[in-house]
């Protein structure tokens, strides 16, 4: 059983929604950044967003108004809610749990964990 286990992903219309799910163990979610990576085909993986070291949320500028990343303390979850989702957005989305280098510098060479994907398909 993996340790990050993703859902939600699927195929929309542009301008759809989507909320991607992370449910992490509780030994992971505790002591770690966590977060959310896509890669699109033939493209780098690029860090989408994340909760830094201060417990805030950042976001890469190309989704910035329209992604929002919560989570569930309680559940031990991760969410990522897509609003007015692009074609651009076509990705494999990967939930990412990190130490301090990814929490303070979004570097994936932070990230210790990795869930499984989920993939998402925007249609213009």
């Known amino acids: 059983q993996g340790q990050l286990v993703e859902s939600g992903g699927g195929s929309v219309q542009a301008g759809g929604s989507l909320r991607l799910s992370c449910e992490a163990s509780?030994?992971?979610?505790?002591?770690?950044?966590m977060g959310w990576f896509r890669q699109a085909p033939g493209k780098q993986r690029e860090g989408v967003a994340r909760?830094?070291?201060?417990?805030?949320?950042t976001y890469v500028d190309s989704v910035k108004g329209r992604v929002t990343i919560s989570k569930d303390n309680a559940k031990n979850t991760l969410y990522l809610e897509m609003n007015n989702l692009k074609p651009e957005d076509t990705a494999m989305y990967y939930c990412?749990?990190?130490?301090?280098?990814?929490?303070?510098?979004?570097?994936?060479?932070?990230?210790?964990?990795w869930g499984q994907g989920t993939q998402v398909a925007v249609s213009s």
């Open positions: 509780e030994s992971i979610y505790r002591r770690s950044c």
């Open positions: 990412a749990a990190g130490d301090w280098r990814y929490c303070d510098y979004a570097t994936s060479r932070g990230v210790n964990y």
């Open positions: 909760f830094n070291s201060s417990g805030l949320p």
